[in-house]
């Protein structure tokens, strides 16, 4: 099965506080995801991440910033935390090789982050 | 950037009816998933859809990719209190690392 970790379901932080957002998975995946999911906007793409050391901007990157040190791992970092950052946040993974053709994307349950 | 137009925003039905939920985009897609939330939880696929015309079921829930390409359809048969959720449709453009995803249609259902 599909196994995608978030390491913590509820955070509260304060402003100006440097966040970090970690996402392991455990299937060999290479590619991942980081979203937010917000009443009314739906789910917006922040960073991903297609090969370990790589990232490209998704579409609201401001604010944000990423880590892929590993495969398994992928983490969102935000560098001064402010209270429009407040969200819940999805990891997603994908097997993402030529060789694999078409795959969907797997999430996370989620981390619901408090800025206050 | 590209939108994917899902509807109904929300539907209210009573348990064992019928339910059925549609996107449409102005693009072209070469995937379709279809997944479902649950309150505090990350989404779940339900169906993956690969080629143009087809037609997937997972237990009472069916699936269809459009055969323009530009659309997909969900639908599940005699509700049960468990469905309810939010279900997001995705699609991706051939080559495309990204989904764009649906806005969700929140399901609601009385016993």
């Known amino acids: 099965d599909v196994k995608v970790t978030q390491s913590s379901r509820y955070l509260v932080k304060r402003t100006g506080e440097k966040v970090f957002l970690e996402c392991v998975q455990d299937?060999?995946?290479?590619?991942m995801f980081w979203y937010r999911q917000d009443p009314g906007l739906g789910l917006r793409l922040i960073y991903f991440?297609?090969?370990?050391?790589?990232?490209e901007k998704g579409d609201i990157p401001e604010g944000y910033s990423v880590s892929r040190e590993k495969k398994e791992r992928f983490s969102l970092i935000l560098e001064s935390a402010s209270t429009n950052q407040t969200s819940m946040y999805l990891c997603?993974?994908?097997?993402?090789?030529?060789?694999?053709?078409?795959?969907?994307?797997?999430f996370g349950d989620g981390t619901r982050l408090s800025i206050l | 950037g590209q939108q994917l137009n899902q509807s109904p925003q929300s539907m209210f039905i009573q348990e064992g009816e019928d339910v059925s939920m549609n996107c449409t985009s102005s693009s072209i897609f070469n995937t379709w998933l279809w997944y479902k939330q649950e309150p505090g939880e990350g989404p779940v696929l339900l169906i993956a859809?690969?080629?143009?015309?087809e037609l997937t079921s997972n237990g009472r829930l069916t699936a269809q990719f459009g055969i323009t390409r530009k659309d997909s359809f969900l639908n599940i048969s005699a509700s049960i209190p468990s469905d309810v959720g939010i279900y997001f449709c995705?699609?991706?453009?051939?080559?495309?690392?990204?989904?764009?995803f649906g806005q969700g249609t929140r399901l609601t259902i009385n016993p």
């Open positions: 991440s297609y090969d370990v050391k790589m990232k």
């Open positions: 997603a993974s994908r097997k993402g090789t030529a060789l694999h053709g078409n795959q969907p994307q797997h």
């Open positions: 995705a699609g991706r453009i051939q080559g495309a690392q990204k989904l764009v």
């Open positions: 299937m060999d995946h290479e590619n």
């Open positions: 859809l690969y080629k143009a015309g």
